[in-house]
């Protein structure tokens, strides 16, 4: 049951590293600005660039890897995420698409080119979306790392908003929404949800965010983590989102 919980106190701090130059951000007038999505209108667009990402194998999901942490069968890489959060936000009545296209098989240094491609046709397609989702899954030199959070006795992998707002040569001037979006959810995650989110990440970087107003980028877990925590998490974000978005 991840239902979500009683409010409790979280001392009303959020906790985020800023790696950016940009050293004025205006985080409280970003969370006390509104956002409301309607079911009716706002299409989600789910995608995952780093596709081939995948974690530990558990008793319910063994699986072969094509790579340290990595797998080309899309059962058990981040595309089997994205399509678990796609069929729990479509539960909610929410109209969410994940596209499936691979953009790590073979070269994962052009993978945010490959997925640029991807974004830019998918919206086209969809005639645009109201948000746009980057489904990753954590990478680090410890490969046992497994950050996670126990909510009404489930384990659920740790979530991560990271948050590129441009750099000199490629502007993104949707960066303040998306970091409006992503603080407000972060902050309900906090209030239901105590311990979803590790720190969120600011940095110099485009992750392809100026293509769509309220993008993110999602680290749900690392390679430590299990598909079952992951899959859990997705479940936490669908709540997390369904709040603000209104019938």
């Not at 660039?49 to 942490?69: A, D, L, V």
Request: with cysteine; proline share 2%; hydrophobic share 35%.
């Amino acid at each position: 049951n991840l239902g979500t919980r009683s409010k409790q106190n979280t001392r009303n701090v959020l906790k985020i590293l800023n790696y950016s130059s940009y050293r004025n951000i205006d985080f409280s007038s970003l969370l006390n600005a509104n956002i409301i999505f309607t079911k009716t209108n706002d299409r989600i667009l789910l995608y995952n660039t780093h596709t081939s990402e995948t974690y530990t194998n558990s008793e319910k999901y063994q699986f072969s890897y094509s790579g340290t942490m990595r797998t080309q069968d899309a059962l058990f890489n981040m595309i089997s995420i994205a399509k678990e959060l796609r069929d729990n936000l479509n539960s909610k009545g929410i109209n969410a698409t994940n596209d499936t296209t691979p953009h790590d098989y073979g070269t994962y240094t052009s993978a945010y080119q490959r997925s640029r491609i991807t974004v830019k046709n998918a919206l086209k397609a969809m005639g645009g979306a109201a948000i746009s989702i980057d489904v990753h899954r954590d990478a680090i030199a410890d490969l046992t790392y497994a950050p996670k959070v126990n909510i009404n006795g489930v384990n659920v992998a740790q979530c991560m908003f990271v948050v590129g707002v441009g750099t000199d040569t490629n502007k993104n001037d949707y960066y303040l929404d998306n970091l409006k979006l992503a603080l407000k959810l972060q902050r309900l995650a906090d209030v239901l949800y105590p311990g979803l989110f590790r720190p969120m990440i600011i940095r110099n970087s485009l992750y392809n965010q100026d293509l769509n107003k309220y993008s993110l980028l999602i680290e749900v877990g690392a390679t430590g983590n299990t598909i079952e925590e992951a899959k859990c998490a997705t479940r936490c974000i669908t709540n997390l989102l369904n709040i603000i978005y209104k019938d």
